[in-house]
């Protein structure tokens, strides 16, 4: 399969509580993002990291990356009903624009 | 419109029937991707162009998919003697590359249902 692995691959928690989820892959990497989805609709983009790059914020939305680990982490804080949703990293790899999407993380925020 | 738009929304076909999708990419974005996604998985790579020429097309998973993008701006995407096992939602994204750092614009999908 050419999809990197995401977990957990559910996610359930109370609003106003922290969601962590992780994204590990194989290859060396160019640049990697974060993209949500809601339930039977399209993918909106949310952030970039480049691999040069160990941290970025974005509002609520805290993205790590470690490339001796092959790994991306995905932090969302003080979490709302409204974050509910599937959250993918997708990744390139160098030389190439093709984007490799993991599994995905299903999130529930309850209120 | 601003967005990604793809055509049809909706697509019930009997197997073994040929299918066109339709992706029309935000305006000036140069490069063009489709994606398949079944349910419970994130989306499965196919083919993306870059202007009129397919840079990369390894995903597509057999010849019976094509996907032509004529004039660096529509594309279709080209299905032959469909299978049960194509049934999926099929995504298309563009993209204004600077670099290597494109951000991926989607449409809502076409939701493809072989019988």
């Known amino acids: 399969s050419q999809q990197g692995e995401e977990d957990p691959q559910a996610l359930s928690i109370q609003e106003g509580e922290n969601a962590t989820m992780n994204c590990s892959y194989k290859?060396?990497?160019?640049?990697l993002q974060w993209y949500r989805q809601n339930s039977g609709r399209g993918l909106v983009h949310l952030i970039l990291?480049?691999?040069?790059?160990r941290e970025k914020h974005s509002g609520r939305l805290r993205v790590t990356l470690d490339t001796s680990k092959k790994s991306s982490s995905l932090l969302i804080t003080a979490s709302r009903a409204a974050d509910t949703a599937s959250y993918f990293c997708a990744r390139t790899t160098s030389g190439t624009y093709k984007y490799i999407f993991g599994t995905g993380t299903r999130l529930k925020v309850l209120a | 419109g601003a967005g990604v738009s793809q055509t049809p929304s909706n697509k019930v076909t009997e197997k073994g029937k040929y299918v066109e999708l339709r992706c029309d990419p935000i305006?000036?974005?140069?490069?063009l991707y489709w994606y398949r996604q079944s349910l419970g998985q994130g989306p499965e790579f196919l083919i993306y162009f870059q202007g009129t020429g397919a840079a990369d097309d390894s995903g597509l998973p057999n010849d019976r998919f094509f996907a032509v993008r004529p004039e660096g701006s529509v594309s279709t995407l080209k299905i032959q003697r469909t299978e049960r096992g194509d049934s999926a939602v099929y995504l298309c994204?563009?993209?204004?590359?600077?670099?290597?750092?494109?951000?991926?614009?989607f449409g809502e999908g076409s939701r493809l249902t072989v019988l």
């Open positions: 305006s000036g974005h140069t490069a």
């Open positions: 994204a563009s993209s204004l590359f600077k670099g290597n750092t494109g951000e991926l614009f």
């Open positions: 990291i480049r691999s040069n790059e």
């Open positions: 290859t060396s990497i160019n640049n």
